[in-house]
């Protein structure tokens, strides 16, 4: 276990004018909800918010824990990796795609477990990665965030987990379905020594990780816009026959429908944390 | 395809031995005879040992196969249908009632399919909706409340991925019940009769035994949806239940079942009777064993059960 510094982004600078000028393409990009062509770096000041349209860009697992918490961490079983439990082969080896995904990413699988400080108070976070083979959920991702539970028990932390994921990890078969069961059981315990679980679902969240702990949380939010779902929009098509009506299935419309305690902007998003931890053990 | 193949040489070596005794008539002494008898049988217990994935997953799905009633019918008595979820309604796809198991009083909790086209749609082909998943839970606190231990049934494609669905909760539903059965304090076994399919089927399978019929399958997600997504092809189904490992065999071998139930030779659709014969030496060994422990060790062994699942990892340098 290792302290890592993080140097905050800072929000309230503006990218210096000599910068600006230099116009190639990979320096712009294009909002992907109003269109707007927004220079990239003022994106990632604003913590990838479109600063015309409010829309929320994905965020990788580390971006998500600068966000959240207090410039430093501590990561947990950082060196946990799937062994390829079935030998899994579809049109390329899985073992072929962990390999890929790892190099690429620099991480082992798809979620970044650690304690850290939000406002100043411990908490254990969990922090999902979209682009590591779409955030799936198999054996390693289950036992992260069990070990992670178990350690928020063990020494009294709230725990918070961000959820990024399409759902259970196919290539590990049953054995994925069964984390959602592993996660489930060690929620219980955490329920039963009163200590607070916030859940934040991001843009996606499905399958199997909504099926469990996403919709486990003492409070359950999300971000404006996030797709949340069990099953995914497109089985829903094929199942129903028809198109889905606008707005299915995102952020807002569980909100209208009982399931999220509050849709949180990005910006709030830390505060908003902070607020329920002081409520929940002030 | 090769074991339709071989089941048809099978076959046609049954025909050929029971003419063979025919034209040898009664009285004959034979010797040959029964050695050819032995050895065709030998070929045929070898055949259906030797099932692959997708020939028991279509074994799982057969529309004769025994559904959770039968069981009930033939393993019960004194079955009393509870039904709603006390918070929206009704859904006939899941089935919760009351019951004696061997004089003992049990609830009895699972899916049921139809046989027919009309039962079918009734039943929603086996797919429960969120108020499916809650009326399930009620029932169990009711038994826990009472101290009756649980059995469950599970035989179903999936939750229901539709509309009014996803509106209700899916994903809530079957996420409570995950966490609330790790911590009901009476007895849970699981039997997986059918498809065990994904977490509509793990919403009422969390349990201190967990058996699977030797035909059924338990997968994360149907063969045929892997094969789309991840063949970009339906009609890789076959490929892809082979290589999800959903078998009986595969699962207990991985540690996440308990004990393979056998079925008739041919599967359990040949023969209720026997079939739930087969089950009930296993349902009730389960149960026994359960009511020896305190809740405590119970909640304890549950507990370890689902948490040991899933070692499959190592460290590597990143
Ligand atoms: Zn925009």
């Known amino acids: ?282 | 395809m090769k074991r339709d193949h071989r089941s048809e040489e099978i076959e046609k070596l049954e025909r050929e031995v029971e003419d063979l005794r025919r034209l040898a008539g009664p009285e004959e002494p034979s010797g040959e005879l029964d050695r050819l008898r032995t050895e065709v049988l030998q070929l045929r217990r070898e055949f259906y040992e030797h099932l692959g994935a997708w020939q028991r997953t279509l074994l799982a799905r057969h529309s004769q196969r025994p559904y959770m009633m039968d069981y009930v019918r033939l393993l019960f008595e004194d079955f009393h249908e509870l039904h709603g979820d006390r918070a929206y309604g009704e859904d006939p796809a899941m089935i919760a009632g009351f019951a004696k198991y061997h004089g003992r009083p049990v609830v009895v909790i699972g899916q049921q399919k139809g046989r027919d086209t009309k039962q079918r749609v009734a039943l929603n082909f086996g797919q429960a909706k969120p108020e499916g998943y809650r009326k399930a839970l009620r029932v169990m606190h009711m038994a826990a409340k009472f101290g009756r231990p649980i059995l469950t049934f599970v035989d179903t494609p999936g939750a229901y991925p539709g509309l009014d669905a996803e509106e209700r909760g899916q994903a809530e539903a079957i996420a409570r019940n995950l966490r609330e059965m790790a911590r009901l304090p009476v007895p849970i076994v699981v039997t997986i009769t059918g498809e065990g399919g994904s977490g509509g089927a793990l919403a009422i399978a969390v349990g201190d035994r967990v058996n699977m019929l030797e035909n059924s399958i338990y997968s994360v997600i149907s063969p045929e949806g892997c094969a789309s997504i991840l063949w970009r092809d339906p009609a890789k189904a076959e490929v892809a239940a082979e290589a999800l490992r959903i078998t009986a065999r595969d699962l207990r071998e991985l540690g996440i079942i308990d004990e393979i139930i056998p079925e008739p030779e041919g599967g359990a659709h040949l023969d209720h009777e026997v079939s739930a014969a087969l089950l009930d030496r296993v349902l009730d060994r389960s149960l026994r064993d359960l009511l020896a422990l305190t809740p405590a060790a119970l909640l304890e062994g549950r507990y370890n059960k689902f948490r040991r699942m899933g070692q499959f990892f190592e460290a590597i340098r990143t």
């Not at chain 1, 976070?125 to 590591?132: H, V």
């Not at chain 1, 289950?142 to 725990?159: D, H, S, Y």
């Not at chain 1, 918070?160 to 759902?167: A, D, E, L, P, V």
């Not at chain 1, 984390?179 to 315990?189: G, I």
């Open chain 1, 1 to 282: 276990m290792a302290w890592f510094k993080r140097e905050k982004k800072r929000i309230d600078q503006p990218t210096p004018p000599d910068e600006r000028r230099v116009k190639t393409e990979g320096l712009w990009t294009k909002c992907e909800n109003c269109r707007t062509t927004v220079w990239k770096k003022d994106l990632e000041a604003n913590w990838r918010v479109c600063p015309k349209c409010q829309h929320h860009f994905r965020l990788s697992a580390t971006q998500r824990l600068e966000l959240l918490l207090d410039s430093r961490w501590v990561e947990h079983d950082a060196a946990l990796a799937s062994s390829d439990p079935l030998h899994f082969t579809d049109t390329r080896p899985y073992a072929a795609r962990l390999k890929d995904a790892r190099k690429k990413l620099g991480m082992a699988d798809a979620i970044i477990t650690a304690e850290g400080l939000l406002g100043g108070r411990s908490v254990m976070c969990c922090s999902m990665e979209f682009n590591f083979i779409g955030g799936s959920m198999g054996a390693v991702v289950g036992e992260k965030v069990t070990r992670a539970i178990e350690t928020a028990i063990a020494r009294k932390f709230p725990l918070i987990i961000i959820s990024c994921s399409g759902g259970a990890r196919m290539m590990e078969g049953t054995i994925s379905l069964m984390q959602l069961a592993k996660v489930s059981a060690a929620l219980a315990r955490l329920d039963e020594v009163r200590l607070p679980f916030i859940s934040v679902l991001t843009d996606p969240t499905t399958g199997g990780v909504t099926a469990s702990y996403a919709m486990l949380g003492d409070i359950n939010i999300a971000e404006p816009g996030a797709l949340i779902g069990f099953a995914g929009p497109r089985v829903i098509e094929q199942t129903i026959r028809q198109k889905l009506p606008k707005g299915f299935q995102t952020a807002e419309f569980l909100l209208e429908h009982g399931f999220l305690d509050a849709v949180v902007h990005r910006k709030d998003l830390k505060t908003y944390i902070s607020s329920a931890l002081d409520f929940f053990l002030a």
